[in-house]
């Protein structure tokens, strides 16, 4: 259990090494012409996030353009996003795409629920 513990931990850490935060004092700059992953996470519950993490992990293989530019907002962020990106439960990753949203994955979901989506829509030029 603790080795469990020790990769989700790592993983986060790893993830949130190459992520964009959204402080309190920065606005939310999404670039219109290229497509933007956004990933609502909630640093008191990360161990429901575990099949995010995953996910991201596996999709940035695939599409490390996509995830390089990963903007991360955590809960005592996201309430000014709520109406915005039409987000119902932490944790949640999206992408957007000039002002729409084209996939949205919340709650909790395994990685493969969030894979699917997410690689459909990345696919599609």
Excluded: W
Aim: hydrophobic content about 45%.
């Amino acid at each position: 259990m603790k080795s469990l513990s020790f990769v989700f931990v790592a993983t986060f850490l790893f993830l949130t090494a190459s992520c964009n935060p959204v402080n309190d004092s920065d606005q939310l700059e999404l670039n219109k012409d290229i497509k933007q992953v956004v990933f609502f996470s909630d640093d008191e519950n990360y161990k429901q996030e575990a099949s995010y993490y995953d996910a991201i992990i596996e999709l940035k293989k695939e599409y490390p353009a996509e995830f390089d530019k990963i903007i991360v907002i955590s809960a005592a962020n996201a309430n000014r996003y709520y109406d915005l990106f039409k987000v119902k439960q932490f944790p949640a990753i999206l992408v957007v795409h000039q002002d729409q949203v084209l996939a949205n994955v919340n709650g909790n979901v395994t990685k493969d629920q969030i894979i699917e989506p997410l690689s459909a829509v990345l696919n599609n030029e």
